[in-house]
């Protein structure tokens, strides 16, 4: 419980409220559609990841900056954050999305507010098949957050919040015209709670979740391996401390990965 007592923590949590409420307030302002026409699946997916990109920019280094609940469980699962930490980043990601799609909904014109759920099936889509979809979406998504954030990486190449943003981006130019590509449950379950419908709404956390748990576990446990001892994870989840001498080694050499940075 150290961690409750610290400012830090504290500053964290807020951080992963605003930046839920922020890129909700934003990305779903971009979905509304104003018109007859078409949505303009360019202009939601350029939103969405300027928006995950400006906030990763500003918030990364106080919280994470995942604003998405998917995201964090996959940092729990693979003992990067603490259980504690975990719950409160949730809660704190679940109210700011729903904080955010109110606000929307307060400052929208009356007859534009029924576009505000932009997460829906499409018509031919089975519920495996958006499923399955989520779970693409939030593996790839994850797979780059991992990367990205990877402190093993001793020369990134490019900006961590524009492959981060570019990642999600490239989620809702092919998920819109399946599931309206959510890629996270608090981003989902905001405008379900203010336009109260929740039809089929367990897929925007199943999928979201498991992918973002297969994204995670086949970074940390695959792609790039974190040489961890049981008691330093189970460490980790408990919110102790780790010491220097109880953190296993590194294996010698250089890791694969590292090789690319050049190219």
Known sequence: MWEVRSSSFW???????????????????ASLRWGAG?????????????????????????????????VTFAFLVGAQLSLLRAVFYVVAQVLGGVAGAAVLYGVTPTAIRGNLALNTI???????????????????????????YDDRHNGRMGSVALAIGFSLALGHLFGIY?????????RSFAPAVITRNF??????????????????????????PRMR????????????????????????????????QAL
């Open 11 to 29: 500053r964290a949590v807020f951080a992963e409220f605003f930046a839920t409420m922020i890129y909700v307030f934003f990305g779903m302002g």
């Open 38 to 70: 078409p949505l303009n699946v360019l202009q939601v997916a350029l939103a969405f990841g300027l928006a995950a990109a400006t906030l990763v920019q500003t918030l990364g280094h106080v919280s994470g900056a995942h604003f998405n609940p998917a």
């Open 122 to 148: 499409q018509p031919g889509v089975t519920l495996a098949q958006a499923t399955t979809i989520e779970i693409f979406l939030t593996l790839q998504f994850v797979l780059c957050i991992f990367a990205a």
């Open 178 to 186: 399946y599931t309206g590509a959510s890629m996270n449950p608090a």
């Open 199 to 224: 039809s089929n709404h367990w897929v925007y956390w199943v999928g979201p979740v498991l992918g973002a748990t297969l994204g995670g576990l086949i970074y940390d446990f695959i792609l790039c």
């Open 229 to 260: 001892g049981l008691a330093e994870r189970l460490a980790i989840l408990k919110g102790e401390p780790v010491a220097d001498g109880q953190a296993s080694p590194e294996p010698p050499g250089e890791p694969v990965e590292l090789k690319t």
